[in-house]
Every structure is written in structure tokens, then in C-alpha cells.
């Protein structure tokens, strides 16, 4: 079915499976709109700890079983905010747990396209027998956020409600917006522009990377994101990076503080940081003296 952007998928899910109450497992941190979304529908946030491989499915086992659960939502590849990705093992082991414990997984996949090295994850949906993942995509980073066209590929039973939730909204999304992605899509252009995009990100992701690695204090520590847009930064405990954000606008630099990243509050020492959208200069300006306000912070 096709959606106005992946964001209406998320909140069908919502419409269609939470009641009040109900409890909904995510990463911890995950993406600040799902967490919006599934508010509005009264959910009951668990959250499930994180690792390189993303998602710990024995923790999201052990306390599904404790707590039980409706549903999982989960940014498998190339993470919002962590960059992070699913293991290819964990991708299989999670519908078993799916499956013992009655709950819907919600795959939101945004980003999977948007690899620059590394091997191919296939998605979890592709690994769904009984039905009971949604996989929601997405041509918002790969051709234009504006045109606000999604999908979402589930099986019959539940498509047919969301149809219904869907109606009551905006009847249909765009039509103008779905032909020019579909003529794209058709034309010999678009993989051209895939491929485009793809190294223009890489380069930017890496000179990034470079420019934070001869900038940022020690006490800053990231990964190297393979594909998506953001780089997250965890600084040591006890900082506020929410207060750290008007010190970096008053200098014109934008990030954004983890604190909204995470179901249940409590973590004010994170960053997100994209490195898609500026130019190569505005990155050299930003992350240099991002780097000095942060040094001054620790006082290194
Ligand atoms: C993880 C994730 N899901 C969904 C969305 C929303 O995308 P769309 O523009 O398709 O609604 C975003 C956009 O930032 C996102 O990062």
C-alpha cells in the first residue's frame, strides 16, 4: 500500500495494534517520531539495549516474556539516530521471538539503500512466514522528501484495516507524486542518480569522520556508520547536551541533542550529527569549531 511518507506507516501501526496501554518495545535510543506517534496512542515504551549488531534480541526475549508486548518497532539498517545496523543472525532470531510471544514487528527501512560499503542485509521481513512483520519504505532519502510517498508491505488481514485508518486521513496520498517517482524509477536515470547520491554521501560521511577524528576531544566516542546519514556521539556521563545545543547555535551550528532519541528520558549525553545535507565547507567551519566548544566544555 502506498503511504504519504514512511512517517504515515509508523502511525498506522499505531492506529491499527495499540490500544491504550498496550505495551511497544524499541531500541534504546530510536527514531524521536515513532516515540511522538506511539504516545499519542497511549502506548507503554520498553526498550531493548543496543549493541554494534543493534538490537540485543535475548534482552528483547527475556523481557517480552516478563512483560509481554504488542509490538516492536525497529530502524534495522543504518539506524535514526545510531547508524547502526541488525546482524544478519539477529534478523532471523527475532521473528522466533515474535512468534513466542504473539507480537507485530514494525521494520521501518528508510536508509537500507543508502549503503556505502558492507555487505547487503537482507530485511527482516524477508524472513516472515506467519505474517507478522509490517515493513514500511520510503522514497523520501533516495529521490525527494518532498513528494511524501511511502509503502508499506504486510499481509492482506492488516492492509485492509490500515486502508480503512488510512481513508479516514487523506483518502489516498499523492497521485502526481507517485507517477513522477514511478516514471524515475522506470527511466535508465534513476540508478545513475542512486549511485550519485550514494558517493556524494560517502565522501561527505567521511570527510566527517576525518574532521571530527582532528577536532573532537578524546572523552568523544562514535562508530563509523556504513550507509545512512548520522553520526551518533556519546560523551561521558554527567553533560548536558541539550544545554550544549545553544552554545553551538549561538555559533550557527546545529545538532541534534540524543535526549529526544530515547522512549524513557534519563540520557542527556549524546549526539546526532548529520553529514548529508552541508557542503563541504560549512562541514569544515562547523565541525572545527563544533570541536572547540566541545574541548572548552570538558575543559581539554
Ligand atoms: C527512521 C525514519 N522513519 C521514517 C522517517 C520518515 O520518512 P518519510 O519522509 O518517508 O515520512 C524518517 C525520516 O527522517 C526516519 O528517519
Redesign the pocket.
Known amino acids: 500500500m502506498l503511504t504519504?511518507?514512511?512517517?504515515?506507516g509508523?502511525d498506522l501501526c499505531g492506529k491499527v495494534f495499540i490500544n491504550p496501554g498496550d505495551n511497544v518495545w524499541v531500541e534504546n535510543p530510536t527514531?524521536l517520531?515513532?516515540i511522538q506517534i506511539y504516545k499519542v496512542y497511549n502506548a507503554c515504551f520498553n526498550t531493548v539495549i543496543t549493541d554494534k549488531d543493534g538490537m540485543d534480541i535475548d534482552a528483547l526475549k527475556q523481557g517480552a516474556a516478563e512483560n509481554g508486548g504488542k509490538l516492536v518497532y525497529t530502524?534495522p539498517t543504518f539506524?535514526?539516530p545510531t547508524g547502526k545496523s541488525l546482524s544478519l543472525e539477529r534478523r532471523k532470531a527475532i521473528i522466533e521471538c515474535l512468534e513466542d510471544n504473539d507480537m507485530i514487528l514494525v521494520e521501518?527501512d528508510?536508509?537500507s539503500d543508502l549503503r556505502y560499503e558492507g555487505e547487503v542485509l537482507p530485511p527482516i521481513k524477508s524472513f516472515d512466514t506467519s505474517g507478522r512483520v509490517v515493513y514500511?519504505g520510503?522514497?523520501?532519502?533516495t529521490i525527494a522528501?518532498g513528494l511524501?510517498?511511502?509503502y508499506i508491505v504486510a499481509n492482506e488481514e492488516i492492509l485492509a484495516k490500515m486502508m480503512v485508518g488510512k481513508q479516514t486521513v487523506d483518502l489516498h496520498s499523492n497521485a502526481l507524486s507517485q507517477v513522477l517517482i514511478y516514471e524515475y524509477l522506470k527511466s535508465e536515470t534513476y540508478d545513475a542518480h542512486l549511485e550519485s547520491i550514494k558517493l556524494l554521501y560517502k565522501n561527505k560521511r567521511d570527510k566527517m569522520l576525518n574532521l571530527m577524528q582532528a577536532h573532537f576531544p578524546d572523552c568523544a566516542k562514535w562508530e563509523k556508520p556504513q550507509g545512512g546519514m548520522f553520526i551518533w556521539v556519546e560523551f561521558p556521563q554527567g553533560v548536558s547536551m541539550t544545554e550544549f545545543l545553544s552554545v553551538a547555535m549561538d555559533e550557527k551550528i546545529a545538532f541534534i541533542p540524543g535526549a529526544s532519541f530515547y522512549a524513557l528520558g534519563g540520557t542527556d549525553n549524546t549526539m546526532r550529527l548529520n553529514f548529508s545535507n552541508s557542503t563541504e565547507a560549512d562541514m569544515e567551519k562547523g565541525i572545527k569549531k563544533l570541536g572547540e566548544l566541545l574541548k572548552k566544555l570538558f575543559n581539554k
Open positions: 504519504t511518507g514512511s512517517q504515515q509508523i527514531y517520531a515513532a530502524v539506524q535514526n521501518d528508510p536508509y514500511l520510503s522514497f523520501s532519502k522528501p511524501r510517498t511511502g
